[in-house]
């Protein structure tokens, strides 16, 4: 639920007013839907006020090591202080530092809801322009950033915008990583999906295939509500952030 400086799920609550980016549906379909399996050491890559961070914590056994990167200082110190107000202060580390110099693999699963601006003018506003545009990294830097940091069992999560899927995915399968699954997120039915949601490995498999539409007449979809049910409030879905499709961090 929105609330004037911030977002409340049902276990944690975000301050994303120091951010350039605020909570976003982006964010949340993707740590509501990624398969995070027997994953130890995860990582959010561009954690903005950490929200996905906090997800995983939610997620995850009581072993698991989370580490939150974000470059804009602003942003990860309210990164922090939301980690720090939650129910798992030990269980994440949030780290004020560029991605693209997280080179040792040391993560088993990676998850980022990357800038999709790189391409686009600059904004007038720094703070935003860094987090929309990644200092000028587009979409498939943002992923070998993620993968120098992945283990060789290691997976990579990420929510994308569908127009840059395919070239995505075309290039990420001539590094030898596969598509283990993904899911096309079309706003309402009958419409073209808006995002992807995409989890890759080293190792060949059956890729999965998966639609969700998030609205329908009168309110959210069933099946938006059960993906996203262990975070939002009780009967808060119709209070969520707007979808962000394409334009958010």
């Known amino acids: 639920m929105r609330q004037s400086v911030g977002f409340q799920c049902q276990q944690f609550y975000l301050k994303d007013d120091r951010c350039a980016m605020k909570v976003s549906t982006d964010s949340l379909l993707l740590g509501a839907w990624v398969d995070i399996g027997a994953a130890k050491r995860l990582a959010d890559f561009g954690c903005g006020c950490g929200i996905l961070a906090l997800m995983l914590a939610q997620r995850s056994g009581a072993d698991a090591e ?15 202080e939301n ?16 991605i693209q110099r997280v080179k040792q693999p040391q993560f088993d699963l990676v998850i980022s809801n990357p800038p999709y601006f790189a391409q686009s003018l600059a904004s007038s506003n720094s703070q935003r322009a860094l987090a929309r545009q990644g200092a000028g990294l587009d979409l498939t830097e943002w992923f070998s950033c993620a993968a120098a940091a992945t283990t060789a069992n290691g997976q990579i999560a990420m929510v994308i915008p569908s127009a840059q899927w395919p070239q995505l995915r075309a290039v990420t399968q001539q ?8 899911c096309m997120v079309t706003t309402v039915a009958h ?6 949601l ?36 009780a009967g808060a879905p119709s209070a969520a952030p707007t979808p962000a499709c394409p334009a958010k961090k």
């Open 83 to 98: 980690v720090a107000a939650s129910p798992w202060p030990d269980k994440v580390q949030v780290q004020q530092q560029d």
């Open 191 to 196: 419409k073209a999906p808006k995002l992807v």
């Open 198 to 233: 995409a989890q890759w490995q080293r190792q060949p498999t059956v890729t999965e295939q998966q639609q969700l539409v998030i609205q329908q007449q009168g309110g959210y979809t069933a099946e938006f509500r059960q993906l996203t049910g262990a975070f939002y409030l």
């Open 175 to 182: 590094q030898g990583w596969y598509v283990a699954r993904y």
């Open 66 to 80: 989370i580490t939150a990167i974000e470059r804009d200082q602003a942003a990860a110190a309210q990164a922090a």
